[in-house]
T-cell receptor, first 111, second 115 residues
Framework: GDSVTQMEGPVTLSEEAFLTINCTYT??????LFWYVQYPGEGLQLLLK?????DKGSNKGFEATYRKETTSFHLEKGSVQVSDSAVYFC??????????FGKGTMLLVSP | EAQVTQNPRYLITVTGKKLTVTCSQN?????MSWYRQDPGLGLRQIYY???????DKGDVPEGYKVSRKEKRNFPLILESPSPNQTSLYFC??????????????FGPGTRLTVL
């Protein structure tokens, strides 16, 4: 079955540091890939997505590129802020729109 | 405002006492789904529905029931809750476009404690 593996956290960074959260996937077909973010006490919200190979999703300074050859969708941001502290979930969607999530990576950004 | 609402947001109950968590969306979405979130396990799908009167099991359906009598509502029913169902529950919805990954919109979550 489909699966998503993302790096374990927490990831602890200082403000303005560079962020990478690794995500790799296993899927039989050609899934769409997503990053969702969960701020403390809230539900998940879409951060960015890519629907086919080599697509780059971007939003709020975050970006991720759909790499079919390495089955990866790593999340990056050039300069993190304290307000980026949250849990980040990598996910893939099969043609039935069923989402398979990674276990989440907590990001803690200190001033 | 486009949104998914869940009620209640917090619930403490006792083993065996039937409960229902409601979920409603105002975006005319065909697809709706329930997830539970547990530490170290991420989000796991309980049930999903492609449209009215069409439901199917997700990864962890045991101990749960759902119904989809109206397009906007997708209640989650625990007939006889047990402590291992203590969790954070999320409802989500999306439009349905065959073969394309559609963004799912999540409700704010329901924190359930079963004593």
């Amino acid at each position: 079955g489909d699966s998503v593996t993302q790096m374990e956290g927490p990831v602890t960074l200082s403000e303005e540091a560079f962020l990478t959260i690794n995500c790799t996937y296993t899927a039989t077909g050609y899934p769409s890939l997503f990053w969702y973010v969960q701020y403390p006490g809230e539900g998940l919200q879409l951060l960015l997505k890519a629907t086919k190979a080599d697509d780059k999703g971007s939003n709020k300074g975050f970006e991720a590129t759909y790499r079919k050859e390495t089955t990866s969708f790593h999340l990056e941001k050039g300069s993190v802020q304290v307000s980026d502290s949250a849990v980040y979930f990598c996910a893939l969607s099969d043609p039935l729109s069923t989402l398979t999530f990674g276990k989440g990576t907590m990001l803690l950004v200190s001033p | 405002e486009a949104q998914v609402t869940q009620n209640p947001r917090y619930l403490i109950t006792v083993t065996g006492k039937k409960l229902t968590v409601t979920c409603s969306q105002n975006m005319n979405h065909e697809y709706m789904s329930w997830y539970r979130q547990d530490p170290g396990l991420g989000l796991r799908q309980i049930y999903y529905s492609m449209n009215v009167e069409v439901t199917d099991k997700g990864d962890v359906p045991e101990g749960y029931k759902v119904s989809r009598k109206e397009k906007r509502n997708f209640p989650l029913i625990l007939e006889s809750p047990s402590p291992n169902q203590t969790s954070l529950y999320f409802c989500a919805s999306s439009s349905w476009t065959s073969g394309v990954g559609d963004t799912q919109y999540f409700g704010p979550g329901t924190r359930l404690t079963v004593l």
